[in-house]
């Protein structure tokens, strides 16, 4: 049985249940219970979840509280710079360490339709297009596959499958997201 670990914010932490039961022939998946919020942190816990832990495959994303704004004229929570140089920094340490595989999601969209009712400043779509794309350059140095959360809520319906609140899922999105991130890792475990 292979072992699978998810590291990321509440969207992972809320696909969580469908990679299990649509892995429990392939793999052990195991994800933290608390909200991992940025690259930071994950750089943080790094020898902790992987380094230590081993898993034959890292699956994780950071994106949402990255782009974070407190304030209108306030920056991204992690500056698009940074985000980057730890990006790179992760990919880097998991190839060197130790001989895990690694995923990636994309984050998802802001629906601002929504979203900005809420809170029209503190994040924006624009900041989520800038981010993905500069992870999915940074994951292709790397040879990681990217799963493109953001592409299958767009074409399966923001309307459909995003909550009210312009940011989460309905129960029924985040078993979308949750099949279409076990699609890319059962793929990446049957190498």
């Given at each position: 049985m292979k072992t699978v670990t998810l590291i990321g914010d509440c969207i992972r932490r809320d696909y969580q249940p469908t990679v299990q039961a649509d892995l429990a022939d392939l793999a052990e998946v195991w994800g933290p219970k608390e909200t991992i919020k940025t690259t930071r942190d994950v750089l943080q816990h790094l020898d902790e979840w992987v380094s230590t832990g081993k898993p034959d495959l890292l699956h994780f994303n950071c994106g949402l509280h990255e782009i974070r704004r407190f304030s209108p004229d306030a920056s991204q929570t992690v500056p698009l710079p940074e985000f980057k140089e730890n990006l790179r920094e992760i990919f880097r340490r998991i190839k060197v360490e130790t001989n895990t595989l690694a995923t990636w999601a994309h984050t998802t969209p802001i629906f601002h339709e929504r979203r900005d009712k809420l809170n029209p400043f503190g994040r924006k779509e624009i900041d989520v297009i800038a981010y993905n794309t500069a992870a999915a350059e940074i994951a292709n140095?790397?040879?990681?596959?990217?799963?493109?959360?953001?592409?299958?809520?767009?074409?399966?319906?923001?309307?459909?499958?995003m909550a009210r609140n312009g940011l989460h899922f309905t129960p029924e999105g985040y078993v979308l997201l949750g099949r279409a991130v076990s699609h890319v890792i059962r793929a990446s475990l049957k190498l």
């Open positions: 140095e790397f040879d990681v596959p990217v799963i493109d959360l953001h592409r299958v809520t767009v074409e399966n319906g923001v309307e459909r499958y």
